[in-house]
């Protein structure tokens, strides 16, 4: 399994692999309703979007993308950034990908410059990021209105 910067021919299997999740893993917190409506906004004309302004990298195994994961600046901030969808294909998951995903991603600058990385978190996603030593932002530990939790890491810099 390799972690590398996505490319612009990745787009539809990003797509499909974020799709396919969603639906598969994210449907015991989120009603079907609410995860077709990301879906609908994680097209592949939307990940080229996101990977414009985002550093974006795929997991790949023997060919076949099976995880991604992204980290940009939190609101055009150069001291604060975030980390965005980061997915992992269902039969995949309880290998060490996710970890590897992060473990990318907190090598990169964003982070590296960053003093704070925020998580806008999936209620599915929380407890490995929890794992992964982010904690909840303001000590809030329910969803907010959009169904999501932050989650955030400080950094000495
Ligand atoms: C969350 C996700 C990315 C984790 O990826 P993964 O490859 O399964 O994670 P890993 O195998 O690298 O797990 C790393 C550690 O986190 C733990 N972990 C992973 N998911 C967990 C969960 N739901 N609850 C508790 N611990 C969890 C693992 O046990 C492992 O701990 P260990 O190293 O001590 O054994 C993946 O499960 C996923 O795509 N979930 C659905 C989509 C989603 O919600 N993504 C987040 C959107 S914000």
Redesign the pocket.
Known sequence: MIIRRFEEKDAQAVSDLIAH?LRA??SRDYSMEYLENDIAHLQPADILGRAGWQHFYVAEESSRIVGCGAIGSYWGKTDESSLFT???LPE????????KIIKTLEQDEYFLRARRVE?P??I??T??YL?MGYTYKNGVTQPDEEGLLRLEKRREI
């Open positions: 999740t893993a994210n980061i997915f992992v995949c998951q309880g290998q060490g990908i996710g970890r998580i978190a999936s599915t996603g407890p490995f794992k």
